[in-house]
């Protein structure tokens, strides 16, 4: 098993645990979002490295929840920036761009 193999499993089992426990349905403390927000990222990052659009949707659940919750406006606007970034790659992927 390489280090790149570790982390994806690492990264699939956080998001299986994240969908089943639905977290973007419980209540949450502020302290908590930093992480979502950093777990998020990894996601958004994965979807593209390993072209899987499951850790783009876990991370767009995950970033819905920040912006209904965090009040860090400059946290939440890196989030839109990565979350477009994701996207437009997805789309280019999926050829829906030109």
Do not use: C
């Not at 994240?18 to 302290?31: G, L, M």
Request: charged share 30%; hydrophobic share 45%; proline share 2%.
């Amino acid at each position: 098993m390489t280090f790149s193999d570790l982390v994806t499993e690492d990264l699939e089992i956080a998001m299986h645990r994240i969908e089943v426990r639905r977290v973007w349905e419980n209540d949450w403390s502020e302290a908590d979002y930093p992480f979502f927000a950093d777990i998020s990222i990894a996601f958004m990052q994965a979807s593209q490295d390993l072209d899987d659009a499951r850790y783009l949707n876990t991370a767009l659940k995950l970033n819905d929840l920040l912006r209904l919750h965090w009040r860090d406006q400059l946290a939440l606007d890196e989030l839109t920036h990565r979350e477009d970034q994701a996207l437009v790659s997805l789309r280019t992927r999926l050829g829906l761009m030109p």
